[in-house]
């Protein structure tokens, strides 16, 4: 097997629903969704992904269907996870399962000062090609993560605030993607971190996507290699994926979006190396943890 295949984290919906409303696309979607709809979504994109990645399953938890999220159990860079502290008390709940699957599984296990929200791999993404850590705030974590997020990974944190409450997490907006390249929602950041972005991503290397693609979760992607997996992508979107060279799968995740969420936010990348290759260290250890078997 190719060893340097991403390892993708997804935790089953076996306990998904949408029981509570802690953003905007869970109003109105209260018991209204299709169980047994969202575990054939959730195999077709585990499925998927297994076909070029590897997919580690942690255990489902009753009484916490949002856990399904496992973009939001935290942040990892090399050995290390920051470990969220959600914003709602709907989801506290999860950060002890994290912290001790992680735990489990060889990563040491960070903590932001208490009561800081912060919320993982949902507000923090990383661009390899500029090794730098984009991070959103404006919803859900709290600004003042960035300068901690920074001393505690060792890392450039590049701060952008959201405004609009339907892209209440940067992974719902913003999408860095292998070589530099970066699907975002201009309109759901303030005008600062608009300048922001077009000043640090050159021009020919980002996309603003339209209200529609972003409307169908198009900027929550999950990006392997050349591999582009979205819930659903407009002709003229998957045409400029093509250009740079990525191949683009779709796959439906309209269960999932009634909890206001997708393809990126069903999936934490367990294998990110401190270091992009090749980039001086200024810490000692690189070390990976040993991969879990698959599923
Ligand atoms: N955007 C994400 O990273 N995750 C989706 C989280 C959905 C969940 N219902 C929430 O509002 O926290």
């Not at 860079?77 to 914003?87: K, R, T, W």
């Not at 409450?165 to 975002?184: E, V």
């Not at 303030?190 to 300048?195: E, R, S, Y």
Request: hydrophobic letters at 45%.
């Amino acid at each position: 097997m190719n060893q340097h295949r991403d390892i993708f984290l997804m935790c089953a919906p076996e306990y998904f629903e949408v029981s509570y409303i802690i953003n905007p696309w869970m109003e109105g979607n209260v018991a209204h969704g299709n169980r047994a709809n969202a575990q054939g979504q959730w195999q077709a994109l585990m499925h998927a992904l297994q076909q070029v990645a590897q997919v580690e399953c942690m255990p489902a938890v009753a009484g916490v269907p949002d856990m399904v999220f496992t973009a939001n159990g935290g942040l990892l860079l090399g050995d290390q996870v920051v470990l969220s502290s959600f914003l709602h008390v709907q989801r506290q709940a999860e950060e002890a399962h994290f912290a001790a699957w992680f735990a489990a599984r060889g990563l040491r296990v960070l903590h932001m000062p208490h009561a800081l929200p912060f919320e993982g791999a949902g507000d923090a993404l990383l661009d390899r090609a500029a090794d730098l850590l984009w991070f959103g705030h404006g919803h859900r974590s709290d600004a003042a993560c960035a300068p901690l997020l920074a001393e505690l990974l060792d890392i450039e944190v590049q701060a952008v605030k959201l405004v609009d409450p339907r892209f209440y997490h940067l992974d719902t907006c913003f999408c860095p993607l292998q070589g530099g390249y970066l699907l975002y929602y201009p309109d759901a950041f303030d005008t600062a971190a608009q300048a922001c972005i077009a000043a640090r991503v050159p021009l020919e290397k980002r996309c603003a996507v339209s209200r529609e693609d972003a409307l169908n979760f198009a900027c929550n992607a999950v990006n392997s290699g050349e591999h582009v997996f979205l819930n659903h992508a407009s002709p003229a979107l998957i045409a400029q994926l093509q250009q740079w060279g990525f191949r683009v799968h779709q796959l439906a995740l309209t269960e999932f979006m009634k909890a206001g969420g997708a393809a990126k936010c069903l999936t934490l990348k367990m294998n990110e190396p401190r270091r992009k290759a090749g980039m001086p260290t200024r810490l000692s250890d690189d070390s990976l943890p040993a991969a879990a078997p698959a599923v």
